[in-house]
């Protein structure tokens, strides 16, 4: 099988899934903020589609990497695969098993261990080969920042899906959340069953009260928007670094347009 260098594509992939996930990330956060259960699930539902596509792209793209490689090891090159297809495959692997997790109704702290674990290794990887002799990118620095920035945004992943996972099913069992209370609140309906803004007194029949509970939520504790707002924090930076790394990358891949190319 012939290798097509698409490092230039695959970061560009890096960028698309970079710039979903933090956006996601901080929406998903304004809708806990807001304690609005209904909006988390439609964030997360519609950013599965969009991952799930990049993540079966990046896969096929990185398996082919992995299996195609053409460096021998005489070359000293030997290791190029093993350092930017590894962690392209994992990265695909964890969006993958997200967008499952998605249209199954699978709980997403079993996709935030898996991305717990994935992001460990990345960050590793990222360290390994800044520190390597000689090193594998002519941009180390960014190369460290986007490595350490998706295997750190893996790691805060198991947390914020651990809230998460807390959050629906509290809402789903009607139980209190977030040390919230359950209080209750008197409505007026009239004849056709219509809520009314507030009990009407003295009514002619036409109106009847009506007392029903409704959760009173607390507001969101601090360490739990801290911790859900650190996981877009490291994959915007891990964006920035995509971003950088495909820039100083493609116009290498491209030459100088025809009279350029070898």
């Not at 099988?1 to 998903?28: C, N, S």
């Not at 959340?177 to 507030?198: E, F, Q």
């Not at 036409?206 to 911790?227: C, F, H, W």
């Amino acid at each position: 099988m012939a290798f097509i260098d698409d490092l230039a594509f695959v970061e560009l992939l890096l960028v698309m899934a970079a710039a979903v996930l933090t956006y996601v990330g901080i929406v998903g956060w304004w809708n806990l903020r807001k304690n609005d259960a209904k909006a988390l699930r439609s964030t997360l539902k519609g950013a599965a589609a969009p991952l799930g596509i990049v993540g079966s792209v990046a896969f096929v793209l990185g398996m082919a990497g992995e299996l195609a490689w053409p460096f021998p090891a005489s070359y000293h090159m030997a290791g190029y695969n093993i350092f930017f297809f590894d962690a392209i495959m994992l990265f695909s692997m964890v969006l993958i098993a997200y967008a499952v997790a998605v249209f199954a109704q699978l709980r997403f702290q079993y996709v935030g261990i898996f991305a717990l674990v994935a992001g460990a290794a990345v960050a590793f990887y990222g360290w390994v080969g800044y520190t390597a002799n000689p090193q594998f990118t002519k941009d180390p620095f960014e190369t460290l920042l986007l490595y350490v920035g998706f295997g750190v945004a893996g790691v805060a992943a198991f947390p914020v899906s651990v809230i998460v996972d807390y959050y629906l099913g509290a809402v789903d069992a009607s139980k209190s959340i977030w040390g919230a209370t359950v209080g209750s609140r008197t409505s007026a309906r009239s004849a056709m069953g219509a809520r009314g803004v507030a009990t009407i007194p003295g009514a002619d029949g036409d109106a009847s009260e009506t007392k029903e509970s409704v959760p009173v939520l607390s507001r969101v504790p601090y360490y739990v928007q801290l911790l859900v707002l650190a996981f877009p924090f490291f994959m915007a930076l891990a964006g920035i670094a995509a971003l950088l790394l495909f820039g100083s990358t493609l116009p290498g891949h491209l030459g100088s347009g025809p009279g350029g190319a070898p």
